[in-house]
């Protein structure tokens, strides 16, 4: 077989690859069914959802925090002019008060502090498992 006769064959094959081709490109394109579509779309919407959720949670916990302490740092002030208003009423001391307000801070501070952990634990886990 000459190196001619080779070259007429694949002529001959392109030629028919080519009719193909056109026969393939004036077929209709094939249509995915009609609920595989609606699936897929409410999956990327619940995918979407969880996405802006993710990123929308620490800015939220970020404020939340913030607002506890200024609440928190606000109530001293308050605390104080209800307790000494009361102390003297009672004529007992500021001072048993003010340990009380003292520690409820810091036990306050102390759980947010436990849990603000708890939940960042938490999302380090499901961080690795998605």
């Known amino acids: 077989m000459s190196e001619h006769d080779a070259i007429r ?11 193909l081709g056109h026969g393939l490109r004036r077929l209709p394109t094939p249509q995915a069914p009609a609920m595989l579509v609606e699936r897929t779309r ?17 800015w939220l916990l970020g404020f939340l925090v913030l607002l506890s302490w200024t609440l928190t740092i606000a109530s001293w002030p308050i605390v104080r002019l209800v307790t000494q208003g009361m102390t003297s009423w009672l004529d007992l001391g500021f001072r048993g008060a003010w340990m009380n307000l003292v520690i409820y801070t810091l036990v306050g501070w102390a759980v947010g502090g436990a849990v603000a952990l708890a939940l960042a634990l938490r999302r380090a886990s499901a961080r690795r498992t998605a």
């Open 9 to 19: 064959e694949l002529l001959a094959l392109a030629a028919a690859d080519r009719v």
């Open 42 to 58: 409410q999956q990327i919407q619940l995918q979407l959802a969880a996405a802006a959720e993710h990123a929308t949670n620490p």
